[in-house]
């Protein structure tokens, strides 16, 4: 599967149909505009509101997707999303509430070393640790430094085996393991997502493993934020936007 060449641009998609679909959600750029630092994103009483409705609605098909730990979807969230996969899908909580977690990865304190190292260099460098399982590096307050961080980050990859990991001004080593296409899919094997269409909405290059399993289970990929290659299917312009499409709904 190949990216779209988006020269021309993505459409919006149609109105969100509830009946018969299974709706995964990223949170940070789909959900919630990006912040500065990880820690400044939290709570919103219009989105808790939505999501509780639109689960409802769903009776229960809708799960976020993101690279954040549970605990930090479970706080900007208020714990009114059951199924979430965290930490890109090495950390998955279903419907049950029962729990997978993909054991860390020996070398990842190398890892945390490594960046903890580099981000000395610039105060507006930012470390973060998620559940023992990754470690991020963010420059969006230090973007003079993100070529650099880019080769800090492939460089200790290759040294210690973990999986890189880019995104929206971060770089990410994480533990190998599911993905968020991995965990679409083992949503949809389940209970109550099995038999749906599935749609994934998010925005960067860390959610295209959940736009090609939503699109190979006969569903739809739709990319929040400005034109780029992806793989899915159509585009809304930003957070807002997602926000009253998904509203539309109800």
Known sequence: MSMQDVTSGLTAPKP??????????????????????????????????????????????????SGRTLADVDRILEGCVTTVAAVHGLVRRGPDLRMFETPPHRN???????????????????????????????????????????????????????????????????????????????FMASRPFAGAQPVFVGDDATDEDGFAAAQGLDGVGICVGAARPTLARFRLAGVEAALAWLETAL
């Open 16 to 65: 969100l149909r509830l009946g018969g679909t299974a709706l995964f959600l990223d949170l940070d750029g789909t959900l919630a505009p990006i912040a500065s630092r990880p820690q400044d994103v939290g709570p919103d009483p219009r989105r808790t509101s939505l999501l509780e409705r639109l689960a409802q609605r769903l009776d229960g098909r809708l799960a976020v997707v």
């Open 108 to 186: 990842l304190p190398q890892a945390i070393g490594a960046f903890r190292a580099f981000s000395a260099r610039d105060s507006g460098l930012i470390l973060e640790e998620k559940a023992g399982l990754s470690v991020a590096l963010h420059f969006r307050q230090a973007s003079g430094q993100a070529e650099a961080a880019r080769v800090c980050a492939r460089a200790v990859a290759a040294q210690t085996g973990l999986s890189l990991q880019e995104g929206d001004m971060v770089v990410e080593l994480r533990t190998p393991g599911p993905t968020k296409g991995d965990s679409v899919r083992a």
